[in-house]
């Protein structure tokens, strides 16, 4: 997998990982309270994780929505103080 590849594999998981949570990343964007490089900084972040394929995993068996992210999640605690 080249880098950018790896890149887009994770910012799918992140955004997966953020509707799963209930946060909706544009609407945070759009009232100003992300921009580019935080969500650019949170991917970054998730393509460190030792446990992508668990992720894929648990995003599929909690795809109708979660109240917390998988203890291994990078982002978990940032994506839940996003929350509405």
């Known amino acids: 997998m ?6 887009d594999h994770h ?4 955004a997966t990982m953020a509707d ?3 946060v909706d990343l544009t609407e945070k964007m759009q009232r ?3 921009d580019s490089e935080d969500l ?8 460190g994780c030792t446990n992508p394929c668990d992720c894929v995993g648990w995003l599929a068996d909690n795809a109708e929505g979660a109240q ?6 990078r982002n ?4 839940l103080s996003m929350k509405d």
Do not use: I, W
């Open 2 to 7: 080249t880098v950018n590849q790896r890149f």
């Open 11 to 14: 910012a799918k998981l992140f």
């Open 20 to 22: 799963t949570l209930g």
């Open 32 to 34: 100003g309270e992300v």
């Open 40 to 47: 650019r900084m949170m991917v970054h972040k998730c393509t």
């Open 68 to 73: 917390v992210a998988p203890s291994y999640c």
């Open 76 to 79: 978990g605690d940032e994506l």
